[in-house]
């Protein structure tokens, strides 16, 4: 079993949908838990980052964890074609070794 | 808003030549990281370096890999003798601190080839 699996994609939305991405891991050690956005050829661009269980929200962004399930879920509201990117989870326990899923590639359609 | 930079954006070396690959993190960071991504995998962890020591390593960086923090504003990846299955995205990343409410910060990254 893969440490964090993550659906490659691609979702194509139109534009003002709501995206819904997520990431299921097998190391309850993880403790840590960030959503990054790529854009071709660019780094990992820091979106969101959550500690323990709940829900956390920026702007139009929601990110979501549930611990017990293993199971984390990140929420774009009100989507626009710049959205169009390559979502990354990554995940950290008590070190500060990244472990990321494969990605999700995003198209929103205008 | 402060960034990581990184040069070059794109190498090309001969196989069996060295590497360097630089960095500048942002500035009142301590810890500093390198990644890599090969096209179409994960993006995934190399090493950790905080104090001028290595932190924390993974079984990708044998000891054909080095990091060196030559001055207060630079951080370098070092590749000895370069093999066809280094060509990847090598990303470097910086932190405030190594607990995960301080998240890291990517640079652009440097694309190498090996030829």
């Known amino acids: 079993q893969k440490e964090v699996e993550q659906d490659p994609g691609p979702l194509s939305v139109p534009e003002g949908a709501i995206v819904s991405l997520n990431c299921t891991y097998s190391?309850?050690?993880?403790?840590?838990f960030m959503w990054y956005r790529q854009y071709s050829r660019k780094g990992p661009e820091l979106l969101m980052y959550t500690y323990s269980s709940g829900n956390k929200e920026d702007g139009r962004f929601t990110a979501q964890v549930d611990k017990s399930s293993k199971y984390i879920s990140l929420f774009i509201r009100d989507s626009q074609p710049s959205d169009s990117a390559t979502y990354l989870c990554a995940m950290m326990a008590a070190g500060n070794k990244l472990t990321f899923g494969g990605g999700t590639r995003v198209l929103v359609k205008p | 808003e402060p960034e990581v930079t990184q040069t070059p954006s794109h190498q090309v070396t001969q196989m069996g030549q060295e590497v360097i690959l630089r960095c500048v993190p942002i500035?009142?960071?301590?810890?500093f990281y390198w990644y890599r991504q090969i096209l179409g995998q994960k993006v995934e962890f190399l090493v950790s370096f905080y104090n001028n020591e290595i932190s924390e390593k993974s079984e990708i960086f044998d000891d054909q890999f080095s990091v060196e923090r030559p001055d207060g504003s630079n951080f370098t990846l070092k590749i000895r003798s370069t093999k066809l299955e280094d060509s990847a995205m090598y990303f470097c990343?910086?932190?405030?601190?190594?607990?995960?409410?301080?998240?890291?910060?990517f640079g652009d990254g440097t694309r190498l080839s090996i030829l």
């Open positions: 500035s009142n960071h301590l810890y």
């Open positions: 190391n309850s050690a993880f403790q840590y």
């Open positions: 990343a910086s932190s405030r601190t190594a607990h995960g409410n301080q998240p890291q910060h």
